[in-house]
């Protein structure tokens, strides 16, 4: 048998855990992750709520987030099928509890997927839905997805 120095080691031979803590995050992950939670965040929800009341500059500010978002790596990525799901499950609904009655099946296509983006992306969707109420913001859910499919068809890069 061989010998064992560390008792860490030997710990964990025993098969006990070791205890060293998991390892701190560096610098750029963090950063790395702020960035995109920042992205995500920067497109406003009450805005994309009320995106057809919008004013010209109100209107072109959140369409420029709407690009930019797509645009990152994490979005683009997403399939084009990816994007077109989401587009038809909610295009598909005629009144707003139809609406909330989509979160599920999106919570379903979020849970099938391998990708943290693909399921970020879909839970952003769910958390626009949660705050609708009227059916206004059914019609503005369904011009901003429209607007996410067509930046999408631009700038994705996995045409899948």
Do not use: W
Not at 83 to 101: M, N
Not at 123 to 152: G, P, V
């Amino acid at each position: 048998m061989a010998k064992i120095n560390d008792l860490s080691k030997l710990g964990e031979a025993a098969g006990f855990k070791s205890s060293n803590p998991p390892k701190k995050k560096s610098y750029n992950e963090h950063k790395n992750k702020d960035k995109q939670q920042n992205s995500m965040t920067k497109l406003d929800i009450h805005k994309i709520l009320s995106i057809n009341s919008l004013g010209l500059e109100e209107l072109r500010t959140l369409l420029d987030d709407v690009e930019g978002f797509v645009k990152q790596k994490e979005v683009s990525n997403l399939t084009a099928g990816q994007v077109r799901t989401i587009y038809a499950i909610i295009q598909e609904v005629e009144d707003i509890k139809g609406l909330h009655l989509k979160r599920p099946e999106l919570a379903f296509v979020a849970a099938k997927q391998d990708s943290n983006n693909v399921k970020e992306v879909l839970n952003f969707f769910m958390d626009i839905i949660k705050q609708a109420t009227t059916k206004e913001h059914l019609q503005n859910i369904k011009d901003f997805t429209a607007s996410f499919l067509k930046y999408h068809k631009l700038y994705g890069t996995n045409k899948q």
